[in-house]
């Protein structure tokens, strides 16, 4: 974790530091496309967290997706079955349609004995989790946010210091989440301009992740976005000629050689893809490599 955790007297604990650079993080992605991608982002860089996830809980609609980075073994998590009834019985999603309160809630603390529910014996001990938090916004009375952070079964139950950063970031987070989807971009919450650009920031988040590593991901994806190599390095807390080396190395692995090339594959590989909650490079590839095959039979 980035953010230091001091201890200034015997059982206190103070994060002034990291609460600091978050809620500077937080405000100055307000308003931004990407706000989702970037707030997962910010909180991972102080609390690891294996599975972040970002839900609209709007009435008796099903939940709707609004940032999903649940890593499997098999690549990006499908969650429609989720989507399809089995939320009814998620404790989080009881909790926000019944309880008006805002605030931090802990699966462990909601639900007890949760591993004897119908819930975890039909989706949730399937799901690979172990520990999960999340952070509940009311819009309106009809709308709310969840952000959902996971940790795995192979990963170690989120500490207590983690907790208090996490209870401490809750106010600002509230209000950065308001102020974002209430007041600056409404829209985001419904409407095809909307789905369009959500669909395409999921993609550029997706993109390259079953071929590249996680650094040449990031680097791809802010190259996307149009950052130059100097601001990618500040964003991403690097040299520039770290920045050109993972370039260097992940337009070798995708076989082209300049950026206008590898905005040609990312708009190929969209094109061809089956869904949002996957790396389009995948099924790309393998298609291209089906082709190549035949052609090289023929």
């Not at 002034?16 to 500077?24: D, G, R, T, Y």
């Amino acid at each position: 974790m980035n953010g230091s955790i001091a201890t200034s007297e015997p059982g206190t604990v103070t994060q002034s530091p990291a609460i600091n650079e978050l809620a500077m993080s937080l405000i100055g992605n307000i308003g931004r496309l990407d706000f989702q991608e970037r707030l997962t982002e910010a909180l991972k860089q102080h609390v690891s967290v294996d599975a972040g996830l970002i839900l609209l809980y709007r009435g008796d609609s099903a939940p709707k997706i609004l940032f999903n980075d649940w890593q499997t073994h098999r690549g990006l998590s499908d969650i429609r079955h989720y989507l399809q009834g089995p939320y009814r019985l998620d404790p989080f999603y009881q909790l926000a349609v019944e309880n008006e309160d805002d605030g931090l809630y802990r699966l462990s603390q909601i639900a007890p004995s949760f591993d004897r529910t119908q819930y975890y014996r039909e989706y949730y001990q399937h799901s690979g989790l172990h520990d999960e938090f999340n952070f509940i916004v009311s819009l309106d009375d009809a709308s709310k946010i969840a952000i959902s952070l996971g940790r795995k079964r192979s990963s170690i139950a989120f500490s207590a210091q983690e907790v208090q950063l996490l209870e401490s970031l809750a106010p600002i987070l509230r209000t950065a989440v308001i102020r974002h989807f209430r007041d600056l971009r409404p829209e985001t919450l419904d409407g095809e301009a909307s789905a369009l650009q959500k669909a395409l920031a999921q993609a550029i988040g997706n993109f390259g992740r079953s071929v590249l590593t996680e650094r040449e991901c990031q680097v791809a994806q802010l190259v996307l976005r149009g950052y130059s190599v100097k601001g990618a390095a500040a964003r991403l807390g690097i040299s520039p000629a770290t920045v050109k080396l993972h370039r260097r190395n992940l337009y070798s692995k995708l076989d082209i050689t300049s950026q206008t090339a590898l905005f040609a594959l990312f708009i190929d590989a969209v094109s061809s893809a089956r869904n949002v909650y996957e790396d389009p490079l995948s099924g790309y590839l393998a298609k291209r490599g089906q082709l190549t095959g035949e052609l090289a039979c023929n």
